[in-house]
DNA sequence: AATGGGGTCAACCGCGGTCCA
DNA sequence: CTGGACCGCGGTTGACCCCAT
């Protein structure tokens, strides 16, 4: 689990904390606060540079430091705020009092990333569904809300905060009435600040108005019915994309 | 029982930002 | 303005755990 003892060329000790060296570094930091790591150590009679002790302090040491498992709330949260801001651990961390940046990171790569991705291909099978019905070309018709004006995948990738490889896997489940106060309370949402992968010629890079093609099954199409179905998906679709909470089971009542 | 491989997580490393002389 | 010191962040490493074979 730790790195085995070792010193490095100024003779410092790296590796696995002792539980004396814990409790000198706890003693100190209680009695005389952190106002300089660089200082800390020889203060505080600990053969460790600086660095080391502000992170055993503030993953570990510090009392407000929460240990054991996850919530499903604090997960969706991880989530949620992984989709908006990328991997800014720490500001994710300031959202979830008593967990730590480090903490948060690890529980990311070991259980959400798989998580998110695992729902990533779920939705994009969803918008392929969407998009296969959308160009059916055997049932062209009009759409009553083809002036509607969307978002484009332009307007939605210039927002990605950043270039990281693991915000590939940005789309993800998280309950998004928890965030986001939207009446689509779901178990999955996709964020359009994500720069998930977008197939070419995708979902995204149509706006939800469609001209003559419009996403509908055959049989309900022809009917006024249908056109008022047309009418509520595409606009329900739209303002979930303006408001941030497309997810997949919105997605899945509509189809 | 032995072992190998994946999962987990504490800790280290390197870089960039900020502050100050 | 510049350069050094320090701090904090995100990426990565590596040792231990656990389970399947």
């Known amino acids: 689990m730790v790195m085995a003892p070792c010193f490095d060329k100024n003779g410092r000790k790296k590796g696995a904390w002792s539980e004396e060296e814990d409790n000198k570094l706890r003693a100190y930091i209680e009695r005389n606060g952190h106002y300089n790591w660089r200082e800390l150590p020889k203060l505080a009679g600990l053969s460790r540079c600086g660095k080391s002790c502000r992170l055993r302090w503030k993953n570990y040491l510090c009392p407000d430091v929460k240990r054991g498992n996850y919530s499903k709330e604090e997960e969706d949260t991880i989530v949620s705020l992984h989709n908006k801001l990328g991997n800014k651990w720490s500001k994710i961390a300031e959202k979830l009092p008593g967990r730590s940046d480090n903490e948060i990171k690890n529980h990311w790569h070991a259980h959400l990333k798989t998580r998110a991705q695992k729902d990533q291909r779920i939705l994009m099978s969803k918008y392929e569904e969407i998009e296969s019905l959308q160009t059916d070309k055997t049932n062209p018709r009009v759409s009553p809300a083809k002036n509607i004006n969307v978002k484009s995948k332009e307007n939605i990738v210039t927002q990605v905060p950043t270039k990281s490889s693991s915000q590939l896997s940005s789309i993800s489940a998280t309950s998004s009435s928890s965030l986001s106060g939207s009446h689509y309370?779901?178990?999955?949402?996709?964020?359009?600040?994500?720069?998930?992968?977008?197939?070419?010629?995708?979902?995204?890079?149509?706006?939800?108005?469609?001209?003559?093609?419009?996403?509908?099954?055959?049989?309900?199409?022809?009917?006024?019915?249908g056109l008022v179905n047309d009418f509520i998906f595409q606009t329900s679709c739209q303002e979930m994309f303006l408001n941030d909470t497309l997810s997949l089971s919105s997605l899945d009542s509509y189809l």
Do not use: K, M, R
């Open 185 to 225: 309370a779901t178990s999955t949402h996709v964020s359009p600040q994500s720069s998930c992968y977008i197939p070419e010629g995708d979902f995204w890079t149509e706006p939800f108005v469609v001209d003559n093609n419009s996403i509908y099954s055959s049989d309900i199409s022809s009917s006024p019915l």
